[in-house]
């Protein structure tokens, strides 16, 4: 999870015990159950989970997006608290998109061209990289004008 889809829809430990069981309970997986050693459950997609999921990717609507951004949070009350707050988030989140955006950026320079996922690989880490970009160019706005609105000037760090 963690490696594939876990940057941008990260899933709670306990979920990953809990809805595959849900799934086999519905036919969509098929559990093998390790008999000795550590006993671990391997789900695999059953001909039912395979046609339910190409119909799930073959409608392209999809909900709303989900925003839950604890430093967004803190911004929006960041008057509130004391003199220098909006900079030093700012400063901080700035540091971690770089961060991030550092991390998609190796992760891109290090694909395997003959990975069947490679296309679909290529596209989220694109879609990252411009993400954690307009990040990094809003938090560093701020950073220099903690009065401003993060709105990017020709100096903006990026």
Excluded: C
């Amino acid at each position: 999870m963690e490696s594939s889809v876990g940057h941008y829809w990260p899933i709670p430990h306990a979920q990953l015990y809990r809805d595959p069981p849900r799934l086999a309970d519905l036919g969509l997986l098929r559990e093998d159950a390790e008999e000795h050693g550590r006993r671990r459950r391997v789900f695999h997609l059953t001909a039912a989970g395979r046609e339910t999921l190409r119909s799930w990717l073959a409608d392209p609507s999809t909900p709303e997006p989900e925003t839950r951004n604890p430093a967004l949070l803190k911004l929006t009350f960041a008057d509130l608290g004391a003199p220098g707050q909006v900079a030093e988030l700012a400063e901080a989140q700035a540091a971690q998109h770089r961060r991030w955006l550092g991390t998609y950026r190796e992760m891109q320079a290090h694909l395997d061209p003959h990975a069947p996922d490679t296309p679909a690989r290529t596209r989220l880490l694109t879609l990252g990289i411009a993400h954690e970009q307009s990040y990094v160019t809003f938090w560093a706005s701020l950073a220099a004008d903690p009065n401003g609105t993060g709105a990017p000037g020709p100096e903006a760090a990026v």
